[in-house]
């Protein structure tokens, strides 16, 4: 079966990180003169404007942010068989937030401030995706 959600798009910015999560690797980029890290990818830090940049391995463990709980798929072909499924901002130890899911748990276990840690979904042989569980 073919993966029938909305794909990402790689761009030159974005591809290392998409590369390494087909490795089950979570890559973060950082400015290579402030050393911020920044998500998503982009050409400049937003913290001091540099073009120059370099890709760090991040811990994989942050906290919820914030979620909501899907009940209602849309489009429901494509959704029907997941809900109820959680939608977070998760925020990274490294201090970057992240648009996630958080799998394998009852929704109503999930909370802000909650720890969680990186997992990998290959979706397609071509598609790896970042999703969080609970780490309790």
């Not at 540099?50 to 890709?55: D, E, G, P, Q, T």
């Not at 999930?110 to 969680?116: F, G, K, L, T």
Request: proline share 12%; hydrophobic share 40%; glycine share 4%.
């Amino acid at each position: 079966m073919s993966f029938l959600r909305p794909r990402p798009e790689p761009d030159p910015d974005s591809r290392p990180y998409w590369d390494a999560c087909r490795q089950h690797r979570l890559l973060l980029q950082h400015c290579a003169d402030c050393d911020a890290p920044r998500f998503p990818p982009g050409p400049v830090c937003s913290n001091c404007g540099s073009a120059r940049h370099l890709w760090k391995e991040a811990s994989g463990k942050g906290r919820v942010f914030s979620w909501i709980v899907v009940r209602h798929p849309v489009p429901a072909e494509v959704f029907a068989s997941e809900v109820p499924y959680v939608v977070a901002l998760v925020e990274l130890d490294e201090g970057v937030r992240l648009p996630s899911n958080i799998i394998d748990c009852a929704p109503e276990d999930v909370s802000a401030n909650v720890p969680v840690q990186v997992t990998f979904d290959d979706v397609a042989p071509d598609l790896t995706l970042v999703k969080f569980r609970l780490d309790n």
